[in-house]
């Protein structure tokens, strides 16, 4: 007779409790090689329950080995020796050091990740930090009904394996939209992504070799450091002045180092929110090329212009095709949806979407043709001119709040044309960057650390502010707690500088 | 005076139409640097047009860099002499060598890429081809309901950046599921990925070094080659039989061979059809932990078992967390929605898990969500039962007509007890794998060719069999023509092999 407890109000089915227990009795000795089980007759009696229920946990037992089929019976408990008991040592992990197991360059990448990875934001802080798309905004209404027209009027093949460089009415409205900003492309120049970072991790994937350079803007995008961590490449990173990238100091890095690719973010550069003029952008073209680097041109929120004339984008002017334009949705729309895209000359994107294919297949086609019908009923367009008020009248609350409460001869931030960040910087502290960020979190506010977009650490202190979250009556608050607690801070003897 | 064709029934924006054809002049040279366009008034008059559609034209040349501004007017065409026209030289093509740009190891594995591929199906053939599922059989009405459940019943969260390990009611009912193959796992063991392929890229990705050696069965998933090619590993192949991956070769090789990981298809192993027994998937799992190497158990149709005894996911006896399990949703329902999912020790699925934030940042949730409705709602398993029933019938009917058209000598085929796919092996025959296939084609019917699969050629010739998407009533007539085109061609004498 073995005792089994049977709960008959768990969601775990009853044949699954008996099994479980009786593998328990096996696997801590128990029952051992050679015990047989009660027939399933007596043990249906025992517990007042259904035959057939036994029937199945005890065939249950046999398909995972733990008894021996002989003569129709499955009760006889079979030898297992060859297999490790949940209870006899390893303490119910794993065996295997996995930790170790993980290739240095990955380990490595991990390891920059725990660094540059923002953390989610306390709700109960302003949120200052995240630079996501206001949801508030978002066009849900529409855009399901996008989602819904596709699933219900589109056909099968929006279920099925699709082509590797996405889902070809989406590219092709795609570039259409791109001539909006001039940018004179065609759907076999583009390749559909899952987002902005897995178009640089497809792009480096396809032309970096370990020991590569890449150059770029020096603060940056912060989540391209680990990742170049893993491709075991350098940053060669260039300082950013008002006007953008510091040309002259590239060419000048230039004569000794041959890169690999150069990015950068022409507008609204995250995190200093500095855009370029014409100007730069050409003599930056040029530059590659003169060189011929290939130049990654990140247009991530190319729409969110508040100010001054329009500017192109680089590829634009890409005669030569030296450009690899990325955009994505993420940062206006839906992030959560994963859809990017890669704009370049049709040779790299064929080689680009055979990558894909081969390690991913292809996208999602579900989500491409959403946007496809979201872009091509023109609810984007409109979409965008209702954000690019709200987003305006953010930044300019925040601008009016900066120049009354930032004021601080130690302190400077920028002044964006457009999109959702600034920079503020500070000089001769006798702090560090986790004190005040610290400091400004317990006043209430969350900003963004200046020192996870800094491939070289700099002496000042730094941090970003965003306004794509935050609500418009909460921004001018917050900026009035950030300059208290600049002000309550102490600062250095003049000259006195202290590392950040 | 210039002249400008305007069409106004074109889908392109008049200004656009103007500014287009201003670039083209000044790029070919009609225009030169200091000549002056006409006022935007007298342009008007001459286009009989509204003045703001030539003012927005004047402004986006003068955006591009094509014109000056001064003194508020946008008319003079200015020096682009460090921008490349496109008509000058470079055929109209890049000027970078992007091919040439491409990395070793991506530019072998695409080579590989195009060797493996499957090309898709003409439709006028019987698809014994394709190894994706029957889309007559999709719950397509059922799923849409998830799916809009998901858009408008969900909160906002699933358009917003979500946890980089994926949805967590979906793991969380993954986890439910899995017992059903008495696999005992929870949420925080699994990690979604947008399907199988990129699962088995990320788990590559966090372990391969270059140099490494990963174990297969031979033949195996062809798309598991150009990957290894990428991560620059040699792959290590054992002979199959009918009882699986040969253990004895494999215990051999293992003496001077210490592997980064195995990979195995215990069930309706594609390409053979191949299904392990309880003893073999116990002996295997035992070679693992005694010589501690990581396994990989591709589960991708584990719930497509036809006939004999349940025999269980190697995982399910995974006491030591040596199993990399791989589950998809793109070979039972829907390849277009990009899902499946691992399960492994927590320890290795954080890793994994901050290893695809810095590649994509997170997942689609959408979709995620969509297919968490489709497990909870018990509608998965509704739809398990009934495409079970169908596959099986049409495996039924294939079995049958391969005894009655494939009986030959020189032919031998496998016998799968579940899945989609059978392995026709040839020996003693006169012609090759190309011919053979061509043969085949010509008489109407597309089977996939073996050389796709082996990673070690072999001397025999080989093809392989999938119902998967042929309609019931063509699967016995495609296997006639089959046997019939064998019949036909001719064989070599006796012992006089030819090498495929």
């Known amino acids: 007779m073995i005792l089994i407890k049977i709960d008959k109000d768990s969601s775990q089915p009853l044949y699954l ?31 007042e329950m259904n035959r057939t229920t036994i029937t199945k946990a005890y065939e249950n037992l046999w398909a995972m080995g733990y008894t021996e089929s002989q003569s129709g019976s499955y009760t006889r408990i079979r030898g297992r020796e060859l297999l490790c008991s949940m209870t006899s040592g390893e303490s119910g992990g794993s065996s295997l050091d996995w930790t170790g197991r993980i290739t240095p360059s990955c380990s490595r990448m991990i390891e ?48 099925s394996y699709g082509d590797p460089a996405g889902y070809l009415p989406l590219r092709k409205n795609l570039a259409e939209y791109l001539r909006t900003h001039q940018i004179r492309t065609s759907a ?45 490449c350098r940053i060669e990173s260039i300082e950013i002045t008002e006007e953008g990238m510091n040309l002259d100091a590239l060419e000048h890095v230039l004569k000794t180092v041959k890169p690999a690719l150069i990015y950068t973010m022409p507008n609204f550069q995250n995190p200093t929110g500095i855009t370029t003029s014409q100007d730069h952008r050409e003599r930056l073209l040029s530059i590659c090329e003169r060189q011929k680097i290939p130049l990654i041109e990140d247009g991530f929120v190319e729409e ?34 994963r859809t990017g895209w890669i704009a370049a000359p049709k040779e790299y994107i064929e080689k680009l979407s055979t990558i894909k294919n081969s ?13 496809s019908n979201f872009l091509s009923s023109g609810l984007f367009e ?37 999109g959702y960040t600034f920079w503020v910087s500070i000089r001769n502290v006798n702090y560090d960057e986790q004190h005040l960020i610290r400091a400004i979190e317990d006043a209430g506010v969350s900003v ?17 502010i965003s306004i794509a979250m935050a609500d418009a009556a909460d921004i001018e608050k917050a900026i009035e707690i950030i300059g208290g607690v600049v002000a309550g801070l102490p600062r250095c003897e003049e000259g006195n500088n202290v590392p950040g």
Not at 188 to 211: C, M, N, P, Y
């Open 17 to 47: 409790q008996i099994s479980e227990q009786i593998q328990l009795m096996i696997e801590d000795g128990r029952l051992k090689q050679g015990d047989t089980l009660p027939s399933s007759r007596s043990l249906s009696t025992q517990l």
């Open 112 to 159: 920059k990740m725990n660094e540059v990875r923002i953390p989610p934001v306390d709700g109960d802080l302003i949120n200052l930090s995240s630079l996501s798309p206001d949801s508030a905004y978002w066009p849900l209404e529409d855009f399901k009904k996008c989602i819904t027209q596709a699933a219900f009027n589109g056909d099968d093949y929006l279920f």
């Open 382 to 418: 409109k979409y965008v001119r209702k954000i690019h008020g709200r987003y305006k009248n953010k930044m300019s609350i925040a601008m009016g709040a900066a120049r009354k409460y930032l004021h601080f001869e130690h302190l400077n931030y920028t002044k964006p044309s457009g």
């Open 304 to 337: 969110l212009k508040y100010t001054g004339k329009t500017i192109l984008p680089i590829k634009s002017m890409d005669k030569k095709g030296m450009v690899i334009y990325l955009g994505t949705f993420s940062k206006v729309l839906f992030p959560g949806l």
């Open 448 to 464: 963004s650390p200046g020192s996870k977009y800094f491939v070289q650490s700099s002496e000042d202190l730094h941090f970003r």
């Open 188 to 232: 076999d120049e583009i390749i559909i992504t899952s987002g902005s970072q897995s178009a640089i991790d497809l792009v480096f994937r396809s032309l970096l070799k370990e020991g590569d350079v890449i150059i770029t803007e020096n603060p940056t995008y912060g989540y391209l450091i680990p990742l170049l961590q893993y491709y075991n």
């Open 359 to 371: 390690s991913e297949l292809c996208g999602n086609n579900l989500t491409q043709a959403a946007f």
